[in-house]
């Protein structure tokens, strides 16, 4: 059984109320607690911010982020790819852990509409988020009888595809719950308690047409959706960033920061990994010139240690304290952070969907012409501003660096103009336009929601390996896989599932051989 902590919430109930009384809500999912969902919904996703902070560490390790650090061994599975079922399977309970929580609000809620519409509608949506974390994950999982407690210890396992549909259906649902309980005098706020958008219930809406035309796009021509339209509130434009009140304190830290930054008592955290050659290429000029993110990111930039994944040698640079992905020279933990960057600080907020990764989903659909308008080149284009925006913007929730990411944005691309990879107009074929997107994408995406782009370039196979040298391919040296490229197709389910669901967990996957349903 987990164990719930409950982080600052500043302004809500929920400090003054005892934690096992109210929201020990692991007994029995489909039992309403005698609270209300407002005092259930900042735990739920807080345990999402941890649980994204999982996927994204194992999406920079996979997708090419990251690589081994010198001054340590034993990697294993970690750079030969042969995975075996305790690899990442994390991944898979927790993401069912913070499921039992979303179905305990909607449980609550469901017969009390349109009331509490609003946190009824914000756990729909979160729980379609998290199941299609899992499908991009696994493929087949657990889903319409893997919520119902004790009735059903053995769960059967979806086909995925059938899984995405609902999932976009659950998705105009809650659209369509909101907008009820707009027209509904009385409605139960959430305000406050809901560390997200703080009870903005169009940026929730916006939030579902994003996840949706994840969706879409993952799923085109492979899955028959009943509703391939979006509402008018439209896709996010702004970073979606939980934050209950994260703060220096035991338990408290943003958890990117608590895992690759300080301790909450200013320790080391992990220095078993540093950037990889490969990412650091798409920065120092090899690939592309992108020196202002580069130093925004990095520590001591352009002198970066790196090195490539599997590669085990006396000469592969060490990790320094607070990791190579602080680039702060306030290198002393208990007062560390407030800064650019990825990690920011322990105050900072963790990002659910980035307005740059919207943007992207917003370009490569208009390219393919999944959504009207035809203005690719433009979302390009804001996609790169926005990631600009976000890397400056400090830990607070107001406060942006005194650099003037449109113009650094702009600066990036006169640099770079003779790229199709950033000049767009470059990019001659949709092909070369769609790896344009992918690539933007992943470098927008890199330590931030690194899963995103292990996910695009399973599907895509963009950014382009071109080689196997540090610079042309991300995949380990030492890597096991017979694949063209020598990466892995995907993880395997936990032991647990073999143990305790045998009888529904699928057989003979592999991760050289087995793709999830959208990969190529």
């Avoid at 993880?491 to 647990?496: D, E, G, Q, R």
């Amino acid at each position: 059984m987990k164990k719930i902590s409950i982080l600052l919430i500043a302004g809500t109930a929920v400090l003054a109320t005892s934690c096992k009384k109210f929201l020990d809500i692991n007994t029995n999912p489909n039992s309403a607690t005698s609270t209300t969902p407002e005092l259930i919904i900042p735990q739920a996703l807080t345990g999402t911010a941890a649980n994204l902070n999982q996927f994204n560490t194992y999406g920079e390790q996979l997708g090419g982020y990251a690589a081994n650090a010198g001054g340590y061994g034993g990697f294993g599975t970690a750079i030969s790819y042969n995975f075996t079922s305790a690899d990442f399977s994390g991944l898979f309970s927790t993401s069912y852990d913070n499921l039992e929580d979303y179905q305990t609000i909607l449980t609550a809620t469901d017969a009390n509409l349109p009331n509490y519409s609003y946190s009824n509608a914000a756990a729909r949506i979160m729980k379609a988020m998290t199941f299609e974390m899992l499908v991009d994950t696994y493929n087949s999982v657990p889903y319409g009888d893997a919520l119902t407690g004790s009735s059903k210890l053995t769960p059967t396992y979806a086909d995925p595809v059938a899984v995405y549909k609902d999932l976009a259906d659950e998705l105009d649902k809650a659209i369509a719950t909101i907008n009820k309980g707009i027209a509904t005098p009385g409605v139960a706020l959430m305000g406050n308690s809901d560390v997200l958008f703080k009870g903005d219930m169009v940026k929730w809406k916006q939030l579902a047409n994003t996840i949706k035309l994840r969706l879409v796009i993952f799923g085109a021509g492979k899955v028959t959706f009943s509703n391939t339209t979006f509402s008018t509130d439209g896709f996010l434009t702004t970073d979606a960033l939980i934050n209950p009140g994260y703060t220096r304190d035991n338990g408290r830290q943003n958890p990117k920061w608590d895992r690759w930054g300080y301790g909450y008592t200013g320790s080391d955290a992990t220095k078993s990994w540093i950037p990889s050659t490969y990412i650091l290429a798409f920065y120092n000029g090899t690939k592309l010139q992108d020196s202002l993110r580069g130093k925004a990111i990095y520590y001591q930039y352009p002198a970066t240690g790196a090195n490539q994944l599997g590669v085990e040698s006396v000469s592969i640079p060490k990790c320094p304290a607070g990791s190579f992905w602080y680039p702060s020279t306030n290198r002393t933990g208990a007062s560390a952070g407030s800064t650019t960057g990825v990690l920011k600080g322990p105050e900072a907020g963790l990002p659910v969907i980035t307005a740059a990764e919207s943007y992207f989903l917003q370009a490569e659909a208009a390219l393919k012409g999944l959504i009207p308008g035809g203005a690719d080149a433009t979302l390009f284009k804001s996609g790169i501003t926005a990631s600009f925006k976000y890397l400056y913007a400090g830990p607070g929730a107001a406060s942006v660096t005194t650099r003037d990411y449109t113009a650094d944005a702009n600066t990036y691309l006169a640099d770079n103009a003779t790229s199709p990879l950033v000049n767009y107009s470059q990019a001659a074929t949709t092909a070369q336009k769609l790896e344009a997107i992918i690539t933007q994408k992943y470098i927008a995406m890199n330590f931030v929601n690194s899963n995103v782009a292990w996910n695009d370039y399973r599907r895509t196979h963009y950014p382009t390996i071109t080689g196997t040298s540090a610079t042309s391919t991300f995949a380990s040296s030492v890597s096991e896989s017979s694949r063209p490229d020598k990466l892995p197709t995907r993880v395997l389910y936990p032991a647990t599932e073999g143990a305790y669901n045998s009888a529904n967990v699928p057989k003979g996957v592999s991760p050289f051989t087995s793709l999830i349903f959208w990969a190529l």
